[in-house]
């Protein structure tokens, strides 16, 4: 390993390395973006396909099932055939399986197709941020990865919008097709520009040394997770035999895989770089910036929606402001980078995260306009550049380049894992506080309550010449009852962003066990010689 570093300052890529990153950012993007963009067309498949709403949920699943396996395999199926080769057959399987779901007569084949959807696309993230990685220089990195940071932090914003508008538009056929001919340019420019980096050796002989109890138990694990994350909410939990039998299969298979790992010749996954403080802690930092990021861009939406009467399409729209600003703020975090020590950018941007989110608490109301919901996404895009790329950036710290792919492919995977896991965790206490405060206010709506009797008499006066006394009472009690669901949805979603401000405020003190860097440090002494 002490080869390490000398090969890393000699080798350069053949082309600018910029023509690289948007290369494979590309490919990235469309992987990214079909994690979301399905989302608004499930009543449209449902009925096209003859299928349930419940039923239609399972496309979502199927994809972030295969998609989550496939994340942290990336570093072994790389070893095999090369980096570039494998990050071809993602494209090529991605945009052949993308076809495949178009034409879909049938839910069980589509959801046969979005698994292989998912698995192709699971090798994309890990290997565009590898590749940008070995193709800059160390002290560029954090430039590149404001351009991956777009990708991970902009598909999943505007994949609802987009998905909305083609749907409305054509059909939800088409939110297949479009990958298409994104993934056949993606594959033509991989093929002229990327190149494996010399440390990089494909050996076919580590085919047979695969680590088949790990990737059983991989596959084990997360599809158990990802099925009680996704199914949690709609069974009522673990009030459900379905979903107590997931939990305890997730429990009882992940504790194992992180065993066997830990003591395999030939992992799957190179748990033992969690040696690394530094890595540890950026692994733990990215699963809370994946669940913040995912979860903010869900709770918007689906508030817009269910208090403001929104649609899908508008809700979208609102989120578009925030869009435009993190175009601006990820070169610019970037640049930063290059002149601020990584955690010190860190602790910055969780400091504006829980700024952000108690600003969104304390300003969430049912008469908020289209502008003001727009200001509210654009406060709290404003941490994520520098928090993204800042932790990315500092999980490369002190680690061997040859070590890439596995570093890529952990980080990817903690953060897709942490967006699974918040979303489902916000959307469980937006149910559970609705209900809390929905039973508090129903103290006040008493016949002895003088303020209720006073209200119901002047919403009776205000009906009765329309719909006569009968049909006003019940109307009245009717309209004070929506009232105080509306209020107890609002409390539900105050107290959400007020949680996300303590966990922003919780990971402040973890951000000072990053390592200490010097950004102006020559590249060489920014790579460990292990």
Known sequence: MEQSAPVTQRWKPAVNPWLIA???????????????????????????????????TWVLTAYLVSNAVVLPMGGWAASIIGRKRFFQLCLLIFTVSSFLCGIAPTLPILLLCRVIQGAGGGGLQPMAQAIMADSFEPQQRGLAFSLYGLVAVLAPSIGPTLGGWITDNYSWNWIFYINIPVGICSIILTQRLVEDPPWMKADKKNLSKIDSLGLTLLVLSMASLQIMLDKGEEKDWFQSTFIQAFGITFAITFIALIVWEWRAKEPIMDLKLLKSRNFSVCCFLMLITGGLLNASTVLQPQFEQASLGYTATIAGLSLSAGGILLVILMPMAGQALARVPAR??????????????????????LGLSFGANSWLRVIQVVAIPFVFISVTTAGYFGMPSEKSN??????????????????????AAVTERGQFHANQ????????????????????????????PANASYLAQAQIYHRLQEQANLLAYVDVYFYLCALSLLMIPLTLLLRKNNPKESAKSQIAVH
């Open 406 to 427: 596995q570093i890529s492919g952990l980080i990817n995977f903690v953060r897709n894992i942490g967006g699974s896991i918040l979303i489902s965790l916000t959307g």
């Open 441 to 468: 206010l129903l103290q006040y709506v008493t016949p002895s309550s003088p303020i209720f009797q006073s209200e119901l008499r002047s919403l009776q006066s205000s009906l009765r010449g329309a719909f006569g």
């Open 22 to 56: 948007a290369t494979v950012a590309l490919g990235a993007f469309m992987e990214v973006l079909d994690t979301s963009i399905a989302n608004v067309a499930l009543p449209h498949i449902a009925g096209s396909l003859g299928a349930s709403q419940d039923e239609s």
């Open 344 to 365: 010190n950018l860190v602790l910055f941007g969780f400091a504006v995260y829980a700024i952000s989110y108690y600003y969104t608490a304390t300003h969430l109301n």
